[in-house]
């Protein structure tokens, strides 16, 4: 059976693969599989049938990655996404970042590295920093978790080890922005390098 395999810009969440599912049938298609980053769709699909479903996406800022680069980035989005899924409280022996990308694209992990920085902004790094991060926010207002169960739950090696870097990336300890949440935590269908860019530039403009 031929299969049509697209990769859509700017999924990042369960909300977003929610999202895109429901346009595509409303574009009169029914995916076989959606994930962060990428649709198929059991049927080869002509340039107006793509035309119908870029015209879908586009109503809730999605869109389809056709050069080479955009699919590599859109890729690595959904694999940093997927990847912090799956270290969620499992803090024992698992393999690094660098490890799971390079194993599951099959390509060097410096090559990779390099095209999601220049298309980005962002090195991979600094972008799964910020997920984690955004997503300790989300765990610390929920206040269902103590602090050294969201450092466990997210992966770090210590509560000490979140907490410092949770500060470097916000200005405050875990305490201190479980008392006054400031910065606010972006929502998961706004974590995307683009908006990380723009929110570190209202930053500086506000500095100056």
């Given amino acids: 059976m031929t299969r049509s395999h697209l990769y859509i810009k700017n999924m990042c969440c369960n909300r977003c693969i929610e999202i895109v599912g429901k346009l595509l049938k409303k574009a009169g298609y029914k995916p076989v599989s959606v994930i962060v980053g990428e649709i198929e769709i059991a049927k080869s699909l002509s340039q107006n049938a793509l035309h119908k479903i870029r015209e879908q996406l586009h109503t809730r800022g999605f869109d389809i990655a056709e050069k080479t680069d955009d699919k590599i980035v859109v890729r690595i989005q959904g694999l940093v996404f997927k990847y912090l899924n799956e270290i969620t409280g499992k803090n024992d022996e698992r393999k690094n ?112």
């Fill in 97 to 208: 970042l660098s490890t799971y990308l390079t194993e599951l694209m099959q390509r060097n992990y410096y090559h990779l590295s390099h095209i999601f920085s220049i298309n980005s902004g962002l090195t991979i790094e600094k972008y799964f920093i910020r997920l984690r991060i955004e997503k300790a926010k989300e765990l610390i207002i929920l206040d269902e978790l103590s602090l050294s169960e969201i450092a466990w739950q997210l992966g770090y090696s210590s509560s000490q080890t979140f907490s410092t870097q949770f500060k470097k990336e916000t200005g405050k300890t875990p305490g201190e922005y479980k008392i006054n949440p400031v910065p606010a935590r972006v929502h998961l269908d706004k974590l995307l390098p683009q908006n990380f860019k723009q929110h570190s530039y209202k930053n500086k403009q506000l500095k100056n």
